[in-house]
Antibody, heavy 123, light 110 residues
Framework: QVTLRESGPALVRPTQTLTLTCTFSGFSLTTRGMSLNWVRQPPGKALEWLARIDWEDDKYYTSSLRPRVTVSTDTSKNQVVLTLTSMQPADTATYYC???????????????WGQGTLVTVSS | QAVVTQESSLSVSPGGTVTLTCGLSSGSVSTSHFPSWYQQTPGQPPRPLMFTTNSRSSGVPDRFSGSILGNKAALTVTGAQTEDESDYYCVLHLGSGISVFGGGTKLTVL
């Protein structure tokens, strides 16, 4: 069974750095075609793709958050970490991790999602 | 970065048919964008509905279908049910590892 679980602080102060962890099970991120992505959703607003790290440790980011955002992986712990610097109230959102398996009928689609974690930016 | 467009809201009568579309500000949507669709209800993560234009995710009723209509990706609900009232999002893959979500469509069934 494939599962994803996000964890991290619920409250962040403005200008601080957010660090979120996605812990996954049921697959290996080193398998060809696998990637893990971060997606966020401000309250009442649309989903926004943020970042992706793939089986070759290649990383991709949305242009709107570069250079504040970085993604990294600890394959020994089955974890992917999102770091977002200089947090502002506009970054208040539910942050999700989601898997993509490139190739096959699910190509480039987010086929498994975590439950998400709400992060509030406030002083 | 390109903008993915969706209708902000649509309504359909129970048993009726409705088509949601997913466009691209920089041109036409094709199967090479691997359009996918997600359904979301309040407080829940998105639920995958449709992969690679027209492949239904496991457990998705066959009243949902995907296609390319003209220069857009489309999600059609044929015989809408009250439980289909949700927000729907499309995603396009723009290459180089970049994905972009549309702004979402709020579907009302009444």
């Amino acid at each position: 069974q494939v599962t994803l679980r996000e964890s991290g602080p619920a409250l962040v102060r403005p200008t601080q750095t957010l660090t979120l962890t996605c812990t996954f099970s049921g697959f290996s991120l080193t398998t060809r075609g696998m990637s893990l992505n971060w997606v966020r959703q401000p309250p009442g607003k649309a989903l926004e793709w943020l970042a992706r790290i793939d089986w070759e440790d290649d990383k991709y980011y949305t242009s709107s958050l570069r250079p504040r955002v970085t993604v990294s992986t600890d394959t020994s712990k089955n974890q992917v970490v999102l770091t977002l610097t200089s947090m502002q109230p506009a970054d208040t959102a539910t942050y999700y991790c989601a898997r993509i398996r490139s190739g096959g009928y699910t190509a480039e689609a987010f086929d498994v999602w975590g439950q998400g974690t709400l992060v509030t930016v406030s002083s | 970065q390109a903008v993915v467009t969706q209708e902000s809201s649509l309504s359909v009568s129970p048993g009726g048919t409705v088509t949601l579309t997913c466009g691209l500000s920089s041109g036409s949507v094709s199967t090479s964008h691997f359009p996918s669709w997600y359904q979301q209800t309040p407080g829940q993560p998105p639920r995958p509905l449709m992969f690679t234009t027209n492949s239904r995710s496991s457990g998705v009723p066959d009243r949902f279908s995907g296609s390319i209509l003209g220069n857009k990706a489309a999600l059609t609900v044929t015989g809408a049910q009250t439980e289909d009232e949700s927000d729907y999002y499309c995603v396009l893959h723009l290459g180089s590892g970049i994905s972009v979500f549309g702004g979402g469509t709020k579907l009302t069934v009444l």
